[in-house]
């Protein structure tokens, strides 16, 4: 079983709805990230909660520590925000999961 | 600056060749990482280096060699590669190692 855990592994969804992806993770952790890359592109971070809730713009980001979950939410969903979101979180090195691919139709 | 740069962001290289690939920061990070990334798959830790010094080899193979010259700068050195080498290539800083990362955009390489 893999320490990090996303769900789903592909979304598609149109235009203006509201999008979630989840993680979870079986170590103890400082630290989780939710990263975004474009297609051939580098890692953005737009994320990094140690607890509670974080939001910026039109994404907001959720971490449970009991249940050891976590959520990135994206509201209004555009086109442009299709890309592979990735779940990481940080023990004794970073631990990424296997990313979601997100696809936004107009 | 709140960037990590690298350079060059794509290379063509035969198995023969000798090339390297930079990286560099200069928001005072003290952890510096290079990754591999193969296409549709997380990326792979190589090396971590924590106050110029190489604290983490993921057992790579010794044709990838990394330098620190610097605490702003991190090399890989490439020799002899072969094409499954190919991938996208990685390098992150963070504040101290395992805590608050920056991502570079990537060196796209290709072995031929």
């Known amino acids: 079983k893999n320490e990090v855990e996303q769900s789903p592994q592909n979304l598609t969804a149109q235009e203006g709805e509201f999008i979630t992806i989840n993680c979870s993770y079986s170590?103890?952790?400082?630290?989780l990230h939710w990263l975004q890359q474009h297609p051939g592109g580098g890692i953005v971070s737009l994320f990094m909660l140690s607890s509670g809730k974080k939001k910026h713009g039109r994404l907001i980001a959720t971490i449970n520590i009991q249940e050891k979950h976590s959520s990135l939410h994206i509201t209004a969903s555009h086109p442009r925000d299709s890309a592979v979101y990735i779940c990481?979180?940080?023990?004794?090195?970073?631990?990424f999961g296997e990313g979601t691919q997100l696809t936004v139709n107009p | 600056d709140t960037e990590v740069t690298q350079t060059p962001k794509h290379l063509v290289m035969g198995m023969t060749n000798k090339k390297s690939l930079k990286c560099e920061q200069h928001m005072g990070h003290r952890a510096m990482y290079w990754y591999k990334q193969k296409a549709k798959k997380p990326p792979e830790l190589m090396f971590v280096y924590s106050y110029e010094k190489l604290s983490i080899n993921e057992s790579v193979p010794s044709r990838f060699s990394p330098e620190c010259p610097n605490s702003s700068l991190l090399n890989l050195h490439l020799h002899a590669l072969q094409p499954e080498d190919s991938a996208l290539y990685l390098c992150a800083s963070s504040q101290r190692q395992s805590y608050g990362y920056t991502f570079g955009s990537g060196t796209r390489l290709t072995v031929v």
């Open positions: 990481a979180v940080s023990h004794s090195r970073l631990t």
């Open positions: 170590v103890g952790i400082s630290a």
